[in-house]
């Protein structure tokens, strides 16, 4: 008698880069990855650990929004939702050069959207034909992030979701590198209310103060 074994040699590329989902046309996402931990409610957030690639971050799944109207029929929310999502291409140019950075804030004017908005198929240009990461982030709408009441005693902390976009853009200066991406080039873009947050970021007193890392 004689036996017959076969094995399927695959070639390992030893980037570095943590265990994430494999999405179609050469993309690889790392979903739900926390950049502040889950605030009081109308307080504000504090900035997540520096994020290591440790067993048990799959970051194969989105988290879930933040509580909003019920704009999108069936969409599950959490108030703990300070999340990101990052993309990139699966097989980077190189394994030793970081790529650049682009932070896409969701708009929805201040009251709904996600950032799980984007999928593979309006990231794929951007992540594997430009060779560039994408970073999508969530923060608190409505009431729970720009409730704001005009008293001198108050407690509660105006634009609060304005300071979770500050807290995610400090996360992913600190952590990107870990995902393949450059700190040193990072492009801030939004749209509709997304759009108007990155702007008032870009001229917000952080930047002044060196809080707040505005590359470009």
Not at 113 to 141: A, C, K, M, P, W
Request: charged content about 15%.
């Amino acid at each position: 008698m004689r036996l017959l074994f076969c094995a399927l040699l695959l070639k390992v590329m030893a980037t570095g880069l943590p265990q994430g989902r494999l999405l179609k046309d050469g993309i690889s996402a790392w979903l739900g990855v926390r950049y502040a931990d889950q605030p009081e409610r109308f307080q504000r957030a504090s900035l997540a650990n520096d994020w290591k690639d440790e067993p048990g971050n799959s970051m194969d799944k989105p988290a879930k929004a933040c509580p909003q109207a019920k704009f999108f029929p069936g969409l599950e929310t959490s108030e703990d939702c300070l999340f990101l999502n990052v993309f990139g291409p699966t097989n980077p140019p190189s394994a030793s050069s970081l790529l650049p950075v682009i932070v896409y804030i969701h708009g929805g004017a201040y009251k709904f959207g996600s950032g799980n908005e984007f999928t593979v198929e309006n990231l794929g240009n951007l992540s594997s034909h430009d060779n560039v990461i994408v970073v999508t982030v969530q923060y608190r709408l409505s009431v729970l992030g720009f409730f704001y009441p005009h008293f001198p005693s108050s407690k509660f902390h105006p634009n609060l979701g304005l300071d979770d976009t500050h807290l995610a853009i400090k996360f992913i200066s600190k952590n990107i590198h870990e995902f393949g991406g450059d700190p040193s080039q990072i492009t801030l873009i939004g749209h509709s209310a997304g759009a108007c947050s990155a702007h008032a970021l870009a001229i917000s007193t952080a930047v002044d103060q060196g809080a707040l890392i505005f590359p470009k």
